[in-house]
């Protein structure tokens, strides 16, 4: 009685350190205040882009799913349909997944898409914005994406605005109005 309850008990022990460890790599989010932490990334025509080189211009460092799904392909669209006014307010949109640049290469070329997508499969900038997520498809696989998560940078590099959980429908919209609100 003693040898299965004592197996169950370290089995127990050993899913909880691994699910623990697992977890424990995710970061929290920067705050708003905060410097935005540094990056360079691929983007889908494989150029490399930094955050520092757009010092000046206000960012709109938005993280998404996963390429040429519903919700995400929604949301990009929008910010196309708004690139103009992006444009005329100084901003730069930067859409990041842990897709790849082809990946990424594929979904602009379909969807019509002329902002940069840019590519983290290493998780490393998905993680440092605190925005790692988890799902398990209907075949019980987990997966790591990242999760619908936007920060407004301004011009000197520092975090003014965030944004979970953001609505694809209406998201170019909001960064749109916190833009022109903090610009007065």
Not at 92 to 95: A, D, E, P, R
Not at 111 to 114: H, P, S, V, Y
């Given at each position: 009685m003693r040898k299965p309850l004592l197996f169950v008990l370290s089995a127990a022990l050993v899913l909880a350190v691994a699910f623990v460890t697992v977890h424990a790599a995710d970061q929290p989010m920067p705050a708003v205040g905060q410097v935005a932490p540094g990056f360079t990334?691929?983007?889908q025509d494989g150029a490399q882009i930094s955050l520092d080189s757009f010092r000046g211009k206000w960012v709109v460092l938005y993280f998404y799913p996963k390429d040429m799904t519903k919700g995400c392909t929604i949301e990009a669209h929008n910010f196309q349909r708004d690139q103009a006014?992006?444009?005329a307010d100084n901003a730069?949109?930067?859409?990041v997944s842990v897709d790849t640049p082809d990946s990424h290469k594929e979904f602009c070329t379909k969807?019509?898409?002329?902002f940069r997508l840019l590519a983290d499969p290493e998780h490393k900038v998905v993680d440092a914005y605190g925005s790692l997520g988890h799902f398990e498809d209907s075949n019980h696989v987990a997966h790591t994406i990242a999760s619908?998560?936007?920060?407004?940078?301004d011009p000197h590099g520092k975090i003014v605005k965030e944004w979970t959980k953001v609505d694809p429908s209406v998201h170019s919209e909001e960064v749109l109005a916190a833009i022109a609100e903090l610009k007065k």
């Open positions: 990334l691929p983007s006014k992006f444009d730069v949109i930067l859409g969807e019509g898409l002329t619908r998560n936007t920060f407004l940078i």
